[in-house]
């Protein structure tokens, strides 16, 4: 169930990618309030993928880019 995770760096597996972007997605759609603008709504932090909490915050994201 997670051989995905005992992947050399610098692979990936397109299954898990897609289901990343499917759960952000929803995950956005049901959290967004459409009387707010989004750009004052804050961004997410975590999502559920698989039933794993993936950490999505701005710090986790900087810590990956830079």
Known sequence: MCKWMARSLG???EEIVREFYAFYAATLI???N???KPTAQSPLAAI???EYS???SE???HQFLF
């Open 34 to 36: 459409r009387r707010v």
């Open 11 to 13: 692979s990936f597996s």
């Open 54 to 56: 993936v950490d999505i």
């Open 59 to 61: 710090t986790t994201l």
């Open 30 to 32: 049901g959290s967004i």
């Open 48 to 50: 559920l993928v698989c």
